[in-house]
């Protein structure tokens, strides 16, 4: 079956840089964009951006150009997501999720999102 | 950029009863990047229907989605006790947008 495992909780100081990783399992690796979304405490959905783990090819959002890298490993078959410059209204769950690679432009499967507290 | 308002912003219904959700779009979208998700309390978003109007693998048939053009509708046709979350609509734009959410309470 397809899950999406990540990486624990972190607590980091204003400034530094955070990394969350997502490992996909149950289908292949390169078969299926990966987006990254964020909800901060109590609050809606935030889409960050998505990354073809084929290609390594990127697109994030205008908000975080420059702060956030994406990035992939295939020989562990592992996303990343990075931000940098952190502040305090960066806390938030990111969340990994699959993109449908049948119909496209909706996703199919969540990672089990990751707490990043700043 | 779509912006996506959602309402109304709580719905507090009974078991059994039918829940009908808005989701407006502030330009007309693809009927085809229209997706909704719910999200139980501590959970990862679950989708729920895509295309506007596509059930995803395993949605109970008690959940519909319908509309076109800048309106589209979640409808929950008997509630069941699980059924009590937020829900979300998806525009997958450049940016993808997600709208802010509807509470469904008992």
Same mark, same amino acid.
């Given at each position: 079956q397809v899950q999406l495992l990540q990486s624990g909780a972190e607590v980091k100081k204003p400034g530094a840089s955070m990394r969350v990783s997502c490992s996909p399992s149950g289908y292949s690796f390169t078969a299926n964009y990966i987006h990254w979304v964020r909800q901060a405490p109590?609050?809606?959905l935030e889409w960050l951006g998505?990354?073809?783990?084929?290609?390594?090819?990127?697109?994030?959002?205008?908000?975080?150009?420059?702060?956030?890298?994406?990035?992939?490993?295939?020989?562990?078959?592992?996303?990343?997501?990075?931000?940098?410059?952190?502040?305090?209204?960066?806390?938030?769950?990111?969340?990994?999720?699959?993109?449908?690679?049948?119909?496209?432009?909706?996703?199919?499967?969540?990672?089990?999102?990751?707490?990043?507290?700043? | 950029e779509i912006v996506l308002t959602q309402s109304p912003g709580t719905l507090s219904l009974s078991p059994g009863e039918r829940a009908t959700l808005s989701c407006r779009a502030s330009l007309?979208?693809?009927?085809?990047?229209?997706?909704? *998700?719910? =999200?139980?309390? #501590?959970?990862?978003?679950?989708?729920?229907?895509?295309?506007?109007?596509?059930?995803?693998?395993?949605?109970?048939?008690?959940?519909?989605?319908?509309?076109?053009g800048t309106d589209f509708t979640l409808t929950i046709s008997r509630l069941e006790p699980e059924d009590f979350g937020?829900? *979300?609509? =998806?525009?997958? #734009?450049?940016?993808?947008t997600f709208g802010g959410g509807t509470k469904v309470e008992i």
């Open positions: 109590g609050q809606g998505w990354i073809d783990p084929k290609s390594g090819g990127t697109k994030d959002a205008r908000k975080f150009r420059g702060r956030v890298s994406l990035t992939r490993d295939t020989s562990v078959t592992t996303v990343y997501l990075e931000l940098n410059s952190l502040r305090s209204d960066d806390t938030a769950v990111y969340f990994c999720a699959r993109e449908d690679a049948e119909y496209g432009f909706h996703f199919d499967y969540w990672g089990q999102g990751t707490l990043v507290t700043v | 007309t979208v693809t009927s085809s990047f229209l997706s909704w *998700f719910q =999200q139980r309390p #501590g959970q990862a978003p679950r989708l729920l229907i895509f295309g506007a109007s596509s059930r995803a693998t395993g949605i109970p048939d008690r959940f519909s989605g319908s509309g076109s937020v829900y *979300f609509c =998806q525009h997958y #734009g450049s940016p993808l």
